[in-house]
């Protein structure tokens, strides 16, 4: 049995974790940015759904809806006209007046009733999920398994449970030549033996140890 312990910064403070606790805490990290990205597209597909709800009604008085604009003062007086006569939002009677004549007259009802089912679609969709606490989990499963599909490659350790191997505390020290220094007072250093070299005439050398005292 092992256990791995890591070092993470869980809500801005430096804190060490378990396995475990590090799966844990990163599930639920997922699970808060998948809440976000959905309400955060939940609310621009009702937006969205709202314009193509006037849309909808515009088509549906499309000859009233262009002489009410073309007998319009200005841009303000259509727009209150529009909200007055045909029961549109603001929102709606903008979205209708920054589209040109033309483009009102063609309006295709079939494919503003397409993209309107399918947003309607996605936010009972949204709605569902961000009620689920299950369903955030399938999504964030899903999310996982596409990671793996895309980068995710064969493994290239092997883990052997069965060889019997033993190990020694000399086996984990590093095998190269040192220097023993030992003074008469009883300091004992070790030092690699590359930090010395040859002195070179003239030279001072490198001084590996310190002395204390005429040690």
């Known amino acids: 049995t092992f256990s791995v312990i890591m070092l993470a910064l869980v809500d801005g403070e430096p804190r060490t974790l378990n396995l475990k606790r590090s799966l844990q805490i990163w599930i639920e990290h997922r699970r808060e940015v998948i809440t976000r990205r959905s309400l955060y597209e939940l609310a621009h597909a009702r937006a969205r759904a709202h314009i193509l709800e006037g849309y909808l009604k515009a088509l549906g008085n499309l000859d009233a809806i262009i002489a009410t604009i073309r007998a319009a003062q200005d841009t303000e007086d259509a727009r209150g006209q529009l909200i007055a006569r045909f029961e549109l939002s603001e929102a709606q009677a903008q979205a209708i007046l920054d589209l040109q004549l033309r483009r ?82 009883g300091y004992i250093k070790r030092s690699p033996a590359a930090l010395y070299h040859s002195q070179i005439r003239g030279g001072k050398g490198v001084m590996g140890m310190t002395t204390r005292e005429e040690d």
Not at 121 to 133: F, H, N, P, Q
Not at 157 to 175: K, L, P
């Open 104 to 185: 009102i007259a063609s309006l295709e009802r079939q494919k503003i009733n397409e993209e309107y089912d399918t947003i309607v679609a996605r936010i009972a969709y949204l709605v569902d999920l961000l009620e689920s606490a299950p369903k955030i989990l399938d999504v964030i499963k899903r999310d996982l398994n596409e990671l793996t599909d895309k980068y995710g490659d064969e493994r290239r350790t092997t883990i052997d449970y069965h060889s019997g191997i033993s190990f020694q505390e000399s086996d984990f020290v590093r095998d190269e030549e040192v220097l023993i220094s030992l003074t008469q007072r």
